[in-house]
């Protein structure tokens, strides 16, 4: 179905404006499904997130700093994932012992065995992308690399003065 039609748009001003909303557009189906998927493991996409960098970074504790770092979601609050992820025994937070005001985070057990579960399921995930051909995702992740080194560049032509 035609973007225009979807949204209630009879025209846009011109091709990057179509792209940049038909991005934003399906990145609500994409996020609905991640959302979807991830709440049948008790977890939020974002939480799943988080058990990933710790898992990837096991047994090397991380710091809140660098999951945000991390995360696909710059704007998450790292902290208030790490505490709800605690709460539910799937991480282990330790003060730092060089800087008291720092955290060091790793994954725990329970969490490795969740994760290691929803590893296993991951692939019912891909059907989200699978009305395209495996070349098809290739090119549609070389174009979005280049959309966000774009929009890198553009960051910084854009920037308000004095920033």
């Known amino acids: 179905m035609e973007l225009e039609h979807e949204i209630g748009l009879s025209s846009f001003r011109n ?12 990145y609500g189906f994409i996020s609905n499904g991640h959302e979807q998927f991830f709440k ?10 988080v058990l990933r960098i710790l898992h990837d970074q096991y047994p090397t504790p991380v710091s809140t700093s660098f999951l945000r770092e991390k995360m696909l979601d710059k704007m998450s609050d790292a902290s208030r994932l790490v505490n709800r992820l605690n709460a539910k025994g799937l991480v282990k937070v330790a003060q730092n012992a060089s800087d008291k005001r720092l955290v060091n985070i790793t994954i725990s057990q ?21 009305g395209l051909t495996q070349s098809e995702a290739q090119q549609l992740t070389t174009l979005l690399e280049k959309v966000r080194d774009s929009i890198k560049s553009a960051d910084e032509r854009i920037a308000p003065a004095g920033e």
């Open 40 to 49: 049948k493991h008790g977890l939020t996409s974002q939480q799943y997130n």
């Open 15 to 26: 091709d990057w404006q179509k792209a940049s909303i038909s991005i934003l557009y399906t």
């Open 110 to 130: 329970e969490g490795k065995k969740l994760f290691d579960s929803i590893d296993g399921d991951l692939p019912n995930l891909d059907a989200l992308m699978q």
